[in-house]
């Protein structure tokens, strides 16, 4: 743990990640699942390595860009979970010359389109949305789904590979129990929809949520999953009882600029900037990030609940504190804190350290 920081620094605990990466692809395996674990998260070369060495080969990006920068990195097998951006058409085809490519489609328009100005095959996974709500074609609209398939077929750079869900809804459930709801409705659906369109076992199904693919251990009618954020967990997956505090991998290090013993609260360098502005309720109180308890090795994860960050603005974070850790800390000092939602917190993050304060790769500081 750096015991001093001159800006809001990320800490990986790559030992825990390392966990967590093997504990996953020990699932996928014994499911007999591809496992496709989406990199947007950590957006780290180093960390790739985590999983290469646990002998991952096939990875999911969130764009074209961070396609290319694992690409460089080796990976060779790799599928974009975003709806295509045609004005990338070119870096598309590029990627698709030299690695094996995986993209996105909801839209024939899109399809056709794409199929005039890339000159090299491409796999395709059709974005179908079981519930969610964000992209892709709703799982009841079975003649826009076929036909998709078809146009799809009927494109000589096209290879389709199978159907594509997120259940995002996961991360906004409260419990356990609530996510296995959405994923069973999900499950349901989509073998709805294979049965209407009469695809038996033509298509794979993948899938990617952290929550869900963490906690369920038999997949049904699933061929692939893709979770991301179990590589570092977060506050957020703590709050749902998707993962227990020591699974956590990532935490943010601020420094403490201001002490204000009158009013309980500790100002940190640390705002939207560097966390995000994502938050979940303590009862009445907005928490945008858990406080470690200072003075206390990290790997013994003991989250203070009496103390919180309460609120973000641009570069300053308010810490509600009690009077003990007022009286424990001075300006200065680091203080370090479970994000809420680690995915956001790492895509904004400046910097990556570990806990010996190496410096770790990371795709957003090299761009």
Known sequence: MINRVQQPSMLIDLAQARRNIRKMKQKADANHLIFRPHFKTHQSATIGELFRNEGVRQVTVSSVQMAQYFAQNGWTDISIAFPVNLNEAGAINDLAEKISLNILLDSEFVAEQLHHQIRFSCGVFIKIDTGYGRAGILWDD???????????????????????????????????????????LSQKRIRTLKEKVDLQNELLVSVGDTPSCSIIDTFEGVDEIRPGNFVFYDLMQLNAGVCSEFDIAAFMQCPIVGVYKEKNQIIVYGGGIHFSKDFLMWGAEKVFGALIQPGTDVSQRKIMKSCFLRSLSQEHGIVQANQQLIESVQIGDPLLFVPVHSCLTASIASNYFDFQGNRIEKYWSTN
């Open 142 to 184: 079975f003649e826009a789904v076929k036909s998709l398939i078809n146009k799809v077929k009927s494109l000589g750079r096209f290879s389709l590979k199978g159907l594509l869900v997120h259940d995002g809804n996961t991360y906004h459930a409260h419990s356990q129990e609530e996510i296995l709801q959405i994923r069973a």
